[in-house]
C-alpha cells in the first residue's frame, strides 16, 4: 500500500531541491538540506494539518532549517566559500542554454539572501506573492519591496536594464 503523504512529498522533490540550491547555493549542501526536510516532515507528519498547502509549510520547514544551519556556522566561526561555478559547460548541443543558466545561477549567488528566497519562491516556484510571504514570515509589501530589488539585481548583473 502506498503512502499519500511520502508520495506528495516526493512529488515536492525537484521544486524542494531547486529551493535548496538557492537557499545553500551549492548543490552537494542542497542535497543534504532536501534529506534533512524530507527527514524532518516525515517525522513530524502529524502536525501538518490535512487540507492545508504541503508545499508550504514543507517549505517553511526548509526554511527555518536553513537559517538555523547558518547561525550555527556563524557560532562556530565558520565562512561560506562561494562554489565555483562555469569552466566546462560540455558540447552536447545544449552549450547555449547551460551558459545562460549558469549566468542566472551566478547572478542569484550574488543577491541578499532576502532577495534570492524571494526571487526563487515568486519567479523560479511560482508562489503568488501572498504564498512567498507566508512561507518567508514577513508582510507582503517586505516580500514585494525584495522581491523588486533582487529582480532589478538580477537583471543589471546579467547585463539587461530594468
Not at 527527514?39 to 517549505?59: F, I, M, P
Not at 543558466?101 to 547572478?107: F, I, P
Amino acid at each position: 500500500m502506498s503512502d499519500p503523504f511520502a508520495s506528495a512529498l516526493l512529488e515536492l522533490l525537484p521544486r524542494l531541491r531547486r529551493f535548496a540550491v538557492g537557499l545553500s547555493r551549492d548543490r552537494s549542501e542542497a542535497d543534504d538540506l532536501c534529506q534533512a526536510t524530507l527527514e524532518r516532515a516525515l517525522r513530524n507528519r502529524t502536525k501538518w494539518q490535512d487540507g492545508s498547502r504541503l508545499d508550504s509549510w514543507v517549505y517553511r520547514m526548509m526554511r527555518n532549517m536553513w537559517i538555523d544551519e547558518v547561525r550555527a556556522r556563524t557560532r562556530r566561526g565558520q565562512t561560506f566559500m562561494a562554489e565555483e561555478l562555469g569552466g566546462d559547460i560540455g558540447s552536447d548541443g545544449g552549450q547555449e542554454a547551460t551558459a545562460m543558466l549558469s549566468d542566472v545561477d551566478r547572478a542569484l549567488a550574488h543577491l541578499p539572501d532576502e532577495q534570492r528566497e524571494a526571487v526563487i519562491l515568486v519567479m523560479v516556484e511560482g508562489y503568488s506573492y501572498k504564498e512567498a510571504a507566508d512561507i518567508i514570515g514577513c508582510p507582503v509589501g517586505t516580500l514585494n519591496s525584495r522581491l523588486v530589488r533582487g529582480r532589478d539585481a538580477l537583471l543589471a548583473r546579467l547585463g539587461e536594464t530594468a
